[in-house]
């Protein structure tokens, strides 16, 4: 079993940046990927990217390509999403997400392990 916490989420004004960070406790951190999700009003929930569980593959959706940044510490049991430059349609509650395995997966019915969400509000 893993405990996913997700934090850092808030209110941001267009352009601004956010940093995301999703604690983990369970099982070892790093039999993990990593992902983030979104789900926006009214919205189906989406990627956004993942981790390999080495941390040496990543992979990212293209609308926040060159935008945001996904990390871990695997010491600390932690994966971070950076988030610049952010858009009013990047609003949406954001969840990290865990696969266990080695395997980079878009597809949310292939995780394991969900967080509660954090909201990220970005203003006009």
């Known amino acids: 079993q893993v405990q996913l916490v997700e934090s850092g989420g808030g209110l941001v004004q267009a352009g601004g940046s956010l940093r995301l960070s999703c604690g983990a406790s369970?099982?070892?951190?790093?039999?993990?990927?990593m992902g983030w999700f979104r789900q926006a009003p009214g919205k189906e929930r989406e990627f956004v990217t993942a981790?390999?569980?080495?941390?040496?593959?990543?992979y990212i959706a293209d609308s926040v390509k060159g935008r945001f940044t996904i990390s871990r510490d695997n010491a600390k049991n932690t994966v971070y999403l950076q988030m610049n430059s952010l858009k009013p349609e990047d609003t949406a509650v954001y969840y990290c997400?865990?696969?266990?395995?080695?395997?980079?997966?878009?597809?949310?019915?292939?995780?394991?392990?969900w967080g509660q969400g954090t909201q990220v509000t970005v203003s006009s």
């Open positions: 369970g099982r070892s951190f790093n039999w993990y990927v």
């Open positions: 997400a865990a696969r266990l395995g080695t395997m980079i997966s878009v597809r949310e019915y292939e995780y394991d392990y």
């Open positions: 981790i390999s569980s080495s941390g040496g593959s990543v």
